[in-house]
């Protein structure tokens, strides 16, 4: 199996970021474009004037100063911008070469990419991207653009190999600066990642990114980097060479390793928390448009 998609599979996922009205076994796809829509409002927005409220106004636009003043509700009224920039922050480093359940992570990752990416040049975005992570590749930046040629050139990137530098580096900081640096004020950036590390050293980075952007953390995940399986006496290599043995029977190891990486994805919840930062977890075992579709009903939806 390749550890990357055909160029074929992500524009096939066109079609359902851009279904709208369909029949009703194809209702999970035509919400995607809605949700995306509506999830970043204040976004991609320019505001126009202050009215007064009518029934069915969304209250989270309300204009509070003006109501106190007036005593009678008032809502503030926003013109769409069809100019915002999205970029595509994809990790492509070694460590997204692995999946035991469903596909791998760079498969996974490359597909969340590609549904957001047809979502926003639906809705006339500025679109662009970012793959970090590569040793030999270095890091490769696709300035956002009204028409497709940046998406084209990320998706085609994304389904090409790696280079053989199987050296592992951690740039996700790195990678963050080149997007606040290259990136207009008010973008909407997605970062989906390899997220299993220690994130505290990046809380300072990504707040001075939100000052200044919109970022969403799509952390891509194997079920076997939560729980590992009972495999008897198995050998790992790391992308660096190093090997560790490791008896996969031991139930006290495999609490342990699960420990570590629930204090991890703890830490990493607490931290966007802190920050105002949608966290969407994608697993590489499950269908990647009914994640993302569900993911931001949870964060986003109307309630």
Not at 8 to 37: K, M
Not at 71 to 76: A, G, I, Q
Not at 208 to 218: A, E, G, S
Request: glycine fraction near 8%; include cysteine; proline fraction near 3%.
């Amino acid at each position: 199996m390749s550890l990357y998609p055909h160029i074929d599979d992500l524009l096939e996922l066109r079609h359902q970021a851009h279904t709208l009205g369909l029949a009703s076994h194809h209702l999970v796809n035509s919400s995607f474009s809605g949700l995306y829509a509506s999830v970043f409002r204040g976004t991609g927005l320019d505001f126009e004037e202050v009215r007064e409220y009518r029934e069915g106004d969304d209250i989270r636009n309300m204009e509070w100063n003006v109501t106190a003043r007036t005593n009678v509700p008032h809502l503030k009224i926003f013109r769409e911008e069809r100019e915002r920039s999205v970029v595509l922050c994809v990790d492509k480093g070694p460590h997204m070469s692995f999946g035991t359940r469903g596909t791998f992570k760079s498969i996974q990752a490359a597909r969340a990419a590609a549904l957001l990416g047809w979502a926003a040049s639906r809705l006339h975005d500025r679109v662009g991207g970012m793959l970090f992570g590569d040793a030999g590749q270095g890091m490769q930046y696709f300035r956002p653009t009204k028409d497709r040629r940046a998406l084209w050139r990320l998706l085609h990137s994304l389904t090409g190999e790696g280079s053989t530098e199987k050296r592992s580096i951690d740039c996700l900081a790195e990678a963050l600066q080149r997007a606040d640096r290259g990136t207009a004020t008010g973008s909407l950036i997605f970062v989906i990642a390899d997220m299993n590390r220690e994130i505290a050293a990046l809380e300072q980075t990504l707040g001075r990114l939100c000052q200044h952007h919109t970022l969403v953390l799509l952390p891509v995940d194997d079920p076997a980097e939560r729980e590992l399986p009972d495999m008897g006496q198995v050998t790992f290599t790391s992308p660096d060479g190093d090997t560790v043995e490791i008896d996969t029977r031991d139930n006290k190891a495999r609490n342990q390793y699960r420990g570590l990486w629930e204090r991890r994805r703890q830490g990493l919840k607490l931290m966007t928390s802190r920050l105002g930062i949608p966290l969407l977890p994608i697993r590489t075992d499950e269908d990647i448009h009914t994640t993302l579709t569900k993911g931001l009903a949870r964060h986003f939806g109307r309630r």
